[in-house]
C-alpha cells in the first residue's frame, strides 16, 4: 500500500467514527429523552442518554470549574494534533498502528464536535450486572478506548520487522 493510499485509508476510518458517532448521538437525543431509558438486553446493557460536561466517562463531571469546557477542548486539539502527526508520519508498515490512531482520531473528532457545539457531550450506552455498572458512554469514547487497546496489543506483542534493528539505526 501506498503512503498516499494508506493516509486515505486511515482518514476513510475516522470519517466513518464521527459520521457513526454523530448518527447514533443524533437518533438517542431525538428518541430518547434526557436520563430515559430503553432496555437492550435485561441486567446487562440498555441505551440511557445522558449528558457528560466532563471528560471521558464523566471524570470532572461534577466540577464547577468555569474554564473546564475549555481545558476540555483544548486536550483534545492537543491530542489531534499529536494524533495526525504520528498518523502522517506512520510509515504504513504497522497497520495496526495506522488503524488504532484512526479510531482514536475518530473518536476525539466526535466527542470535540459535541463539546464545541453545546459544551456538553451526548452519552447512550450502559452496561451494568445488577447493581454494578460501568459509567455511561458513547461510540466515539469506544473508538478512542479501541484504538488505544489495539495501540496497547502492538506495542506488547508486535514484533519487529528486523530484529535486532533500532528506528535509530
Known amino acids: 500500500m501506498t503512503k498516499n ?5 486511515y ?8 459520521l457513526l458517532d454523530r448518527w447514533t448521538k443524533y437518533i438517542v437525543a431525538r428518541r430518547i429523552g ?10 446487562f446493557v440498555r441505551l ?6 466532563g471528560a471521558a466517562f464523566s471524570l470532572f463531571a461534577d466540577s464547577n470549574v468555569p474554564w473546564k469546557t475549555g481545558m476540555l477542548i483544548a486536550f483534545s486539539v492537543i491530542a489531534l494534533i499529536v ?26 473528532i466526535g466527542n470535540l464536535w459535541d463539546r464545541v457545539t453545546s459544551g456538553r457531550v451526548v452519552d447512550f ?3 451494568y450486572v445488577k447493581r454494578y455498572q460501568w459509567p455511561v458512554f458513547n461510540l466515539a469514547d469506544s473508538a478512542i478506548v479501541v484504538g488505544a487497546a489495539l495501540l496497547v496489543l502492538e506495542i506488547v506483542f508486535g514484533q519487529e520487522k528486523h530484529p535486532g534493528k533500532t528506528h535509530a539505526q
Open 5 to 9: 493510499a494508506a493516509r486515505t485509508f
Open 48 to 53: 440511557t442518554h445522558t449528558e457528560n460536561t
Open 125 to 127: 450506552l450502559l452496561f
Open 11 to 18: 482518514l476513510l476510518i475516522a470519517v466513518i467514527v464521527v
Open 34 to 43: 434526557l436520563y430515559q431509558h430503553i432496555q437492550i438486553i435485561p441486567g
Open 83 to 108: 494524533v495526525s502527526v504520528l498518523l502522517w508520519k506512520n510509515n504504513h508498515a504497522h497497520i495496526l498502528t495506522g488503524v488504532a490512531l484512526s479510531l482514536i482520531m475518530g473518536g476525539a
